[in-house]
């Protein structure tokens, strides 16, 4: 499979304890972790960058996390979802893993969420589920506790991703991604140091929503 670059709009809307919506434009890799770009400048894609051991591959390393989950892809593909090392640097608030049995059919999904504190979590997705239970510390305005309702169909043409955070008491956060396939000099010219953007603008509104008043909830001890 050729990578396939998509362009997106990614739309974060928050509805308590106060109203706050931004939006963002970035691009996306579609990767095949057994045919893995190389050797380009503008976009490498590393194990040091996600879960796992960094000195062993990042096919190596899912295989790894799903055998610990008792799925055996016997070969399998895994296409991934995520943003590529660019000039130096990276930062992937969610990459997605979509594992196939040797047949094709749909294993397991895994939904890798980072932080902008250094932290990552990876959640697994059987067939037919779309709801985990929130066990990572993303938002310093949010509390662990609740759950994700993950909507993570595998993109063709178009990409629609959408992640929304149950609490008691309602639906307080959702996240989208909505894009399309773009030609990589399209994407690149229109998005420029995409992660560096990314990780700024996620920061500023951190900010805002601090200066706004919204109480912080501590970092809780992360295991690794």
């Known amino acids: 499979m050729k990578p396939a670059v998509y362009e997106s709009t990614v739309r974060h809307v928050r509805v308590s304890p ?14 095949d972790l057994d045919e893995l770009p190389r050797n380009r400048w503008y976009a490498s ?20 996390y799903l055998a610990a989950h008792g799925v055996n892809l016997e070969g399998g593909r895994i296409l991934l979802l995520t943003n590529a090392r660019t000039a130096g640097h990276v930062f992937n608030p969610l990459s997605v893993y979509w594992c196939r049995h040797r047949d094709g059919s749909l ?37 662990v506790d609740g759950s994700y309702r993950m909507t993570l169909p595998e993109p063709d043409d178009r990409l629609a ?21 773009r030609s990589l000099r399209t994407a690149v010219l229109r998005n420029p140091f995409v992660t560096l ?12 929503l601090y200066l706004r008043g919204l109480p912080v909830h501590p970092r809780p001890q992360e295991t690794p």
Request: glycine share 8%; net charge positive; charged share 25%.
């Open 161 to 181: 991703l959408t992640v929304a955070l149950d609490r008691a008491g309602g639906r307080p956060f959702v996240a989208t991604v909505r894009g399309r396939r």
């Open 197 to 208: 953007a990314v990780a700024a603008r996620i920061r500023f509104q951190g900010i805002r």
């Open 45 to 64: 894609f590393e194990a040091r960058d996600h879960v796992g051991n960094p000195q062993h591959s990042l096919r190596r390393n899912a295989d790894e």
């Open 18 to 31: 106060l109203r706050h919506a931004f939006s963002y434009r970035t691009y996306q890799w579609l990767v």
């Open 107 to 143: 294993a397991a999904v895994i939904a890798e969420v980072h932080n902008t504190y250094g932290g990552r979590h990876r959640y697994l997705i059987e067939p037919g589920q779309t709801r985990v239970a929130k066990e990572f510390y993303v938002s310093p305005f949010f509390a």
